[in-house]
């Protein structure tokens, strides 16, 4: 294990401020430098395109793995993009933040234990291990066994994360605001508050057992998941005790053939329409590293229920009607259900309506070909971001959707993004039709 990986976390108030301030100053001097480049060769630069640089996307990169905590988090929701928005080489960079954070060095690590669970807590287990089979935005990970050979998984979270994440977001939203990414006008004040209270509750270890136990009973005995049980003798708030469930990363899929990974994304794309239509309940972080893969047994492992969460009644039926009107190819159904999910404002369709209607002339023609739909065919993204970009470019007309359908469309575009890593076939109109309850005269049998 490379020594690089270990950093202390920096769990004191000054000492995190001092980390952001270090980021903004090397953010503005990469675009300083960069703007002198480009001016030198007779360009104009905007600053959005002086940002957007792959040198800065490295040093944020770099700078919230270190810091970890609320500033991660918030950069591993920008990384889950598929490409069709960021530029890919930016893409490609910030998922470093999916499952590259540094690790608590030991002498760290043996503190944070001894204040959970006493100085003596080593004779708890036959065997603990010292260096983290994972580590992420809040916690890494560890394996213990037990004196009776049960095998554990140990979430530990990072020190000082949880005093850490009001503070977090309101850096991350202030530099956010000075790289003039947002508009002024744009209210994001709800959605800073929400984003508090939800990474308050995903650093509650107590509760993510509790949603673990809960999913665990809506999920029953599917023969396509797996889940570990939480250990509540050795949880805490801060510590999470777990069944060690031996599986692969869900990336090595993309190897398994074409059979085995459209029946894998058939059952967690159709995992997602039942949390949203059937659960009511959602696990709202698709993080790749959440998801494990058992080759053997073709079982899915689901891991971290720390953003597990209902999913209001109203959002739901917003969705419901939104996928019907695709489904029913019904242009005028769909920009209603568009407007009352919150995808676009008022603003945008009075001002942009033409532009949105033809990128949903795009999206219809690609979504109704008959058969199994084809993640890997991406020939409408183009065409659809010629559209949406108009539309973006207008910042006047800006809006933020509703909380809870921000939390729902993050595990939907992510499980679809999944799908397309993996290059996917499934029936997806049937799917839809049948989870919704819609008659579906368009598909093909």
């Given at each position: 294990m490379s020594e690089s990986?270990?950093?202390?976390?920096?769990?004191?108030?000054?000492?995190?401020?001092?980390?952001?301030?270090?980021?903004?100053?090397?953010?503005?001097?990469?675009?300083?430098?960069e703007g002198a480049r480009r001016l030198?060769?007779?360009?104009?630069?905007?600053?959005?395109?002086?940002?957007?640089?792959?040198?800065?996307?490295?040093?944020?990169?770099?700078?919230?793995?270190?810091?970890?905590?609320?500033?991660m988090k918030l950069g591993q929701m920008i990384s889950l993009d598929a490409g069709d928005v960021l530029p890919r080489e930016l893409t490609e960079i910030l998922a470093r933040l999916r499952d590259n954070a540094h690790f608590m060095p030991?002498?760290?690590?043996?503190?944070?234990?001894?204040?959970?669970?006493?100085?003596?807590?080593?004779?708890?287990?036959?065997?603990?291990?010292?260096?983290?089979?994972?580590?992420?935005?809040?916690?890494?990970?560890?394996?213990?066994?037990?004196?009776?050979?049960?095998?554990?998984?140990?979430?530990?979270?990072?020190?000082?994360?949880?005093?850490?994440?009001?503070?977090?977001?309101?850096?991350?939203?202030?530099?956010?605001?000075?790289?003039?990414?947002?508009?002024?006008?744009l209210d994001v004040a709800p959605l800073l508050a929400e984003a508090k209270r939800q990474l308050h509750e995903e650093a509650d270890y107590r509760r993510e057992a509790e949603m673990m136990r809960r999913y665990g009973a809506l999920i029953g005995d599917d023969p396509r998941f797996l889940l570990p049980r939480p250990h509540d003798d050795l949880c805490?708030?801060?510590?999470?005790?777990?069944?060690?469930?031996?599986?692969?990363?869900?990336d090595l899929l993309a190897a398994a053939p074409q059979d085995v990974r459209d029946e894998?994304?058939?059952?967690?794309?159709?995992?997602?329409?039942?949390?949203?239509?059937?659960?009511?309940?959602?696990?709202?972080?698709?993080n790749f590293a959440n998801f494990r893969w058992q080759p053997d047994s073709r079982r899915i492992v689901l891991l971290d229920f720390g953003a597990a969460r209902a999913v209001p009644e109203a959002t739901a039926s917003a969705y419901r009607r939104l996928l019907g009107a695709g489904l029913a190819e019904d242009r005028d159904a769909l920009r209603a259900a568009l407007l009352d999910v919150g995808f676009i404002s008022a603003a945008q369709l009075a001002r942009h309506g033409a532009a949105l209607d033809r990128a949903l002339d795009v999206l219809i023609g690609h979504l109704g070909r008959p058969g199994l739909f084809d993640f890997a065919d991406r020939s409408f993204v183009e065409r659809v971001r010629a559209e949406v970009e108009q539309i973006a470019?207008?910042?006047?007309?800006?809006?933020?959707?509703?909380?809870?359908?921000?939390?729902?469309?993050r595990k939907v575009?992510?499980?679809?993004?999944?799908?397309?890593?993996?290059?996917?076939?499934?029936?997806?109109?049937?799917?839809?039709?049948?989870?919704?309850?819609?008659?579906?005269?368009?598909?093909?049998?």
């Amino acid at each position: 294990m490379s020594e690089s990986r270990y950093r202390k976390v920096p769990s004191a108030r000054l000492s995190r401020i001092a980390a952001f301030g270090q980021l903004a100053g090397g953010v503005a001097g990469g675009v300083l430098a960069e703007g002198a480049r480009r001016l030198a060769r007779g360009e104009a630069p905007k600053l959005s395109d002086l940002l957007l640089t792959p040198g800065n996307a490295m040093r944020v990169a770099d700078q919230l793995s270190r810091l970890r905590g609320a500033a991660m988090k918030l950069g591993q929701m920008i990384s889950l993009d598929a490409g069709d928005v960021l530029p890919r080489e930016l893409t490609e960079i910030l998922a470093r933040l999916r499952d590259n954070a540094h690790f608590m060095p030991p002498a760290q690590l043996e503190r944070v234990l001894a204040a959970e669970w006493g100085a003596g807590w080593r004779r708890r287990f036959r065997s603990f291990q010292a260096t983290p089979i994972a580590a992420a935005s809040i916690g890494q990970v560890h394996r213990a066994v037990l004196p009776d050979g049960r095998v554990l998984a140990i979430k530990v979270q990072y020190p000082g994360i949880a005093r850490s994440i009001d503070a977090d977001v309101d850096n991350v939203a202030s530099l956010l605001r000075m790289s003039g990414l947002l508009p002024a006008t744009l209210d994001v004040a709800p959605l800073l508050a929400e984003a508090k209270r939800q990474l308050h509750e995903e650093a509650d270890y107590r509760r993510e057992a509790e949603m673990m136990r809960r999913y665990g009973a809506l999920i029953g005995d599917d023969p396509r998941f797996l889940l570990p049980r939480p250990h509540d003798d050795l949880c805490s708030a801060s510590v999470l005790a777990m069944d060690f469930i031996d599986a692969r990363p869900v990336d090595l899929l993309a190897a398994a053939p074409q059979d085995v990974r459209d029946e894998a994304m058939g059952a967690l794309l159709g995992l997602t329409l039942r949390e949203l239509f059937g659960f009511g309940f959602m696990q709202t972080d698709p993080n790749f590293a959440n998801f494990r893969w058992q080759p053997d047994s073709r079982r899915i492992v689901l891991l971290d229920f720390g953003a597990a969460r209902a999913v209001p009644e109203a959002t739901a039926s917003a969705y419901r009607r939104l996928l019907g009107a695709g489904l029913a190819e019904d242009r005028d159904a769909l920009r209603a259900a568009l407007l009352d999910v919150g995808f676009i404002s008022a603003a945008q369709l009075a001002r942009h309506g033409a532009a949105l209607d033809r990128a949903l002339d795009v999206l219809i023609g690609h979504l109704g070909r008959p058969g199994l739909f084809d993640f890997a065919d991406r020939s409408f993204v183009e065409r659809v971001r010629a559209e949406v970009e108009q539309i973006a470019a207008d910042r006047a007309s800006w809006h933020i959707p509703p909380v809870d359908t921000l939390f729902v469309q993050r595990k939907v575009s992510g499980t679809a993004l999944l799908a397309i890593r993996m290059k996917a076939r499934v029936p997806l109109r049937e799917m839809v039709a049948d989870a919704i309850g819609a008659k579906n005269d368009h598909i093909a049998v």
